[in-house]
């Protein structure tokens, strides 16, 4: 079993609408949880980080933590095309030096 | 703003080539990665490093060796390339604490003929 597991997708979104993405973790000790959003070609870029349970919200971004059922999401609003990329989901890592886990990604492909 | 950069965008090497790919990053982080991307199967980390010095053996070590000298610069070391290590080769860089956020750099697109 992968510890970090994403949807790979493509997760077809509509312009305008609720682009929803899901991630789940194994290590129940973890402690810092990030959305990284790598577009074709590029290296991934950071557009969220939570660390405790509950909504996080910046922008057109919601993340969303639920440690008990050890469930990451990020809710992208009003989708634009330029949304369109490969989400990754990360996890701190069990060990002390930070090394983070990351999800294989899921592709978001908002069509206009 | 924080940087990491890579010393190569893009890289064409032939079979049995020694290989360099450097990284360097100016916010004193104490951890710095090497990671290799293919398309299916993620981000594998190779190699990382907490000090100066010190390394790890990430996920796929193998035909991989890391040095690093100086706090801000990791380098990648392929002892003999070889034609399964074309890819993009991705460098991060991140503090100690466990929210600090680990920061990419461009990444270098290895060919390897």
């Known amino acids: 079993q992968k510890e970090v597991e994403q949807n790979s997708g493509p997760l077809s979104v509509p312009e305008g609408a609720i682009a929803s993405l899901n991630c789940t973790y194994s290590?129940?000790?973890?402690?810092?949880f990030f959305w990284y959003r790598q577009y074709s070609g590029k290296s991934p870029e950071l557009i969220m980080s939570?660390?405790?349970?509950g909504d996080k919200e910046d922008g057109r971004f919601t993340a969303q933590l639920n440690k008990a059922s050890q469930y990451v999401s990020l809710l992208i609003r009003d989708s634009q095309p330029s949304d369109s990329a490969t989400y990754l989901c990360?996890?701190?890592?069990?060990?002390?030096?930070?090394?983070?886990?990351f999800g294989a990604g899921t592709q978001v492909v908002v069509t206009p | 703003d924080v940087k990491v950069t890579q010393s190569s965008r893009y890289l064409v090497k032939r079979t049995g080539e020694k290989v360099f790919l450097e990284c360097v990053q100016d916010?004193?982080?104490?951890?710095m990665f090497w990671y290799r991307q293919d398309p299916g199967l993620g981000l594998r980390l190779i190699y990382f490093?907490?000090?100066?010095?010190?390394?790890e053996k990430g996920d796929i070590p193998e035909g991989y060796s890391v040095s690093r000298e100086k706090k801000e610069r990791f380098s990648l070391i392929l002892e003999s390339a070889s034609t399964n290590q074309t890819s993009m080769y991705l460098c991060?860089?991140?503090?100690?604490?466990?929210?600090?956020?680990?920061?990419f750099g461009p990444g270098t697109r290895l060919t390897v003929l």
């Open positions: 991060a860089s991140k503090g100690i604490g466990t929210t600090d956020t680990q920061y």
């Open positions: 290590d129940r000790g973890s402690q810092s």
């Open positions: 939570i660390y405790s349970n």
């Open positions: 990360a996890v701190n890592g069990p060990d002390s030096w930070g090394k983070l886990q």
């Open positions: 916010m004193d982080h104490e951890n």
């Open positions: 490093s907490y000090d100066v010095k010190m390394k």
